[in-house]
């Protein structure tokens, strides 16, 4: 078992609690996952999709006639001997399915990673039968990661702008995340970061063993305090990501 997945099952089992540095990120991202699995209905395209953790919810749905999974070679490599993939390719250059073929696309938390996001939304509005359905989820703030890949941070008003131009109708947009969460996720971030880059260096991994629990105790503090200083941000500009539904007109 590598560190990636050691941090996955960490995820899985601590994710939804404070134990967990990327709490709030966690949370956030379930939004997505919750309206991936309401609207999901007839055949489902998801592009994406890592672990695909809410894939038994959507294969048990009994509206969904059909699952299947787009990721890019690089990503493949990571989950595909686990979760095999029914197509690997670039949303952002073309989609190898027919068009209008589609009655639900899953996209979560791909938007930033994908290097021509309007192509990217028209192949996904191709693809789509008219009344289909895209759900989609995307960052406003977070720190570089999964580099070289990753390209964009994206405002609500940019989302809305790319999908009324890739031809498709905005349902719904919810902005999450306020300024004292967001910090957090950043400062988490940051500190465990630090840690791993000391972990991978032979004089650094004494000190990273030594200080790992203070770094995760501080955590546990920081999103405390997030949870509390978060209750009082009337202005709500620092946001962390952004969830949209968006269909394509009959």
Same mark, same amino acid.
């Given at each position: 078992?590598?560190?990636?997945?050691?941090?996955?099952?960490?995820?899985?089992?601590?994710?939804?609690?404070?134990?967990?540095?990327?709490?709030?990120?966690?949370?956030?991202?379930?939004?997505?996952?919750?309206?991936?699995?309401?609207?999901?209905?007839?055949?489902?395209?998801?592009?994406?999709?890592?672990?695909?953790?809410?894939?038994?919810?959507?294969?048990?749905?009994?509206?969904?006639?059909?699952?299947?999974?787009?990721?890019?070679?690089?990503?493949?490599?990571?989950?595909?001997?686990?979760?095999? *993939?029914? $197509?690997?390719?670039?949303?952002?250059?073309? /989609? +190898? !399915?027919?068009?209008?073929?589609?009655?639900?696309?899953? #996209? &979560?938390?791909?938007?930033?990673?994908?290097?021509?996001?309007?192509?990217?939304?028209?192949?996904?509005?191709?693809?789509?039968?008219?009344?289909?359905?895209?759900?989609?989820?995307?960052?406003?703030?977070?720190?570089?990661?999964?580099?070289?890949?990753?390209?964009?941070?994206?405002?609500?008003?940019?989302?809305?702008?790319?999908?009324?131009?890739?031809?498709?109708?905005?349902?719904?947009?919810?902005?999450?995340?306020?300024?004292?969460?967001?910090?957090?996720?950043?400062?988490?971030?940051?500190?465990?970061?630090? *840690?791993? $880059?000391?972990?991978?260096?032979?004089?650094? /991994? +004494? !000190?990273?063993?030594?200080?790992?629990?203070?770094?995760? #105790? &501080?955590?546990?503090?920081?999103?405390?305090?997030?949870?509390?200083?978060?209750?009082?941000?009337?202005?709500?500009?620092?946001?962390?990501?952004?969830?949209?539904?968006?269909?394509?007109?009959?």
């Amino acid at each position: 078992m590598n560190v990636k997945e050691i941090w996955e099952r960490f995820g899985d089992r601590f994710g939804s609690t404070i134990a967990h540095p990327q709490f709030f990120a966690k949370r956030e991202a379930q939004i997505g996952r919750r309206l991936a699995v309401h609207y999901a209905t007839g055949i489902v395209l998801d592009i994406g999709p890592g672990r695909a953790p809410y894939r038994e919810a959507l294969l048990t749905k009994k509206s969904v006639k059909q699952y299947l999974t787009l990721d890019h070679p690089q990503a493949a490599k990571f989950y595909r001997a686990q979760f095999p *993939l029914d $197509y690997t390719g670039d949303v952002s250059e073309k /989609l +190898p !399915l027919r068009s209008a073929s589609i009655d639900t696309v899953i #996209l &979560l938390m791909v938007l930033e990673h994908v290097p021509n996001p309007q192509q990217a939304l028209a192949q996904i509005a191709r693809v789509l039968r008219p009344g289909g359905v895209l759900i989609a989820s995307t960052i406003q703030t977070y720190p570089l990661h999964d580099a070289p890949y990753d390209y964009f941070r994206y405002t609500e008003f940019a989302l809305r702008v790319l999908v009324k131009k890739a031809g498709l109708k905005m349902r719904s947009i919810q902005s999450r995340g306020n300024f004292a969460t967001t910090i957090t996720v950043l400062v988490n971030v940051q500190i465990f970061q630090t *840690l791993k $880059y000391l972990f991978r260096s032979p004089l650094g /991994l +004494p !000190l990273a063993i030594l200080v790992a629990p203070l770094a995760w #105790l &501080l955590s546990i503090a920081f999103n405390l305090a997030g949870l509390i200083f978060g209750l009082f941000d009337p202005i709500k500009h620092l946001r962390h990501s952004h969830v949209i539904v968006a269909y394509k007109a009959r």
